[in-house]
């Protein structure tokens, strides 16, 4: 028996020794905080030097002044007053999801970022630096700005480059009399009454514009951001 049981008691340190570096790969911070003015992340006041981790809900408050920024490895992303969104990994890059408000982002080059959205994805072009914002103004409507270098808009594989200096409104809308019934599976569907409705999209339509307040803000914002001594280099 006391063979057995020291049987056990080994196999069970040699678990946790495979398991250990598993544990420590998965939870590995994707980068921290370094700016925050009302900001949380996953319903706690965000502390200047917290890590934060892929899938960590980030917000910032309803006050006007409201601020959050992150270090993400070499690159930077920010939410401006009252916005929320969900950070993301993928091979080669960080970004977030934005669900409400205004996200923005600083990269050397050396790490893509994007910004997903409902309608969209803005996402960096390298391997030249590049700042960019994103702002949710209504539920099928984007608008993306670039303060320096140049971004791509992706809506449904339809990409619009934008440059340094521009600024587009992007309306995205369903378009009703093109909804089909479908069992085939589409990334914009919905089950009802045993069948999958597909919700086809309008082609996508782009707006240049001059920069409106909320893109001037992240202008100022950056250039602050570019002459920071934390800026990605």
């Known amino acids: 028996m006391r063979l057995i049981g ?3 008691l080994a196999a ?5 020794l495979w398991m250990a570096p598993a544990s420590s790969a998965a939870s590995k911070p994707l980068g921290s905080v370094i700016l925050s003015q009302g900001g949380s992340v996953d319903n706690v006041n965000a502390a200047v030097g ?5 899938g960590d809900a980030i917000s910032t408050t309803q006050n006007a002044v409201g601020r959050l920024r992150l270090r993400l490895g ?9 916005s929320n969104a969900t950070l993301t990994e993928f091979p080669g890059g960080v970004g977030a999801e934005l669900t409400n408000g205004t996200a923005g982002f600083a990269t050397s080059g050396s790490q893509a970022v994007e910004i997903r959205t409902a309608n969209g994805i803005v996402r960096s072009r390298g391997p ?3 700042y960019g914002q994103v702002m949710l103004a209504g539920p099928h409507e984007l608008i993306v700005s ?3 270098g140049s971004l791509d808009i992706d809506v449904d594989g339809e990409v619009r480059t934008v440059n340094d200096g521009q600024s587009y409104r992007v309306v ?3 378009d009703p009399s093109a909804q089909t019934t479908d069992n085939g599976g589409s990334p914009h569907m919905k089950q009802n009454a045993g069948d999958i409705r ?3 999209r309008r082609p996508a339509v782009f707006y240049l514009i001059i920069f409106g307040a909320a893109a001037i803000l992240g202008y100022f914002y950056y250039h602050h951001l570019n002459e920071s001594p934390s800026v990605p280099q």
């Open 74 to 82: 070499t690159a930077q992303v920010y939410l401006l007053a009252e």
């Open 6 to 8: 020291h049987g056990f």
């Open 198 to 200: 597909v919700r086809r």
């Open 128 to 130: 030249e630096p590049s």
């Open 146 to 148: 670039c303060f320096h």
């Open 172 to 174: 995205v809308d369903d």
């Open 50 to 54: 917290a890590s934060v981790f892929s």
């Open 12 to 16: 069970a340190i040699l678990g946790s």
